[in-house]
């Protein structure tokens, strides 16, 4: 049985499902201030997914300026996946691929030139689907969360 599910961007409205998101299924979780304040200066890369009218999982990064991870010329704008959370329920049916890929095109509007996240290290299935998006681990920052364990940084080129 083929899953169907629609992207569309993240309102208002939507804050307190996508908290509810958040706290079902990361351990770092965020104000309503912090949510509401990526919004508002990046809209365009705040997105959620919906099943049959119910918000499943969201995207919300940032845009920010700093050295390229690919040494690239300058210092470019970068797009940062802040969070991405998808419901267990409807995890591996292709969701978090696609709010990843469609936040990807909308850095662009930003003018971002790559896009890098930080990944528990043991979130192995994550890891594995940013391999696929066309990621790379660039580095590691130790006892990154809170808990003390590793984030992998990793970056990928954009589109142009």
Known sequence: MQTTFTLRPFK???????????R???PENYSHYFFMDIYERYSATFIVAEQEQNIVGYIMCRIETGFSSFGLFGIPKKGHVVSVAVLPGHQHKGIGSALMKEAMKNMRLYRAKE????????NVPAVNMYKKLGFQVVRTK???YADEEDAYVMAKKLKQ
Do not use: A
């Open 24 to 26: 079902v299924c990361l």
């Open 115 to 122: 896009c890098y996240l930080e990944v528990r290290v043991s």
């Open 12 to 22: 208002p409205g939507d804050l307190e499902k996508v908290v509810s998101i958040n």
């Open 142 to 144: 130790r006892g990154y």
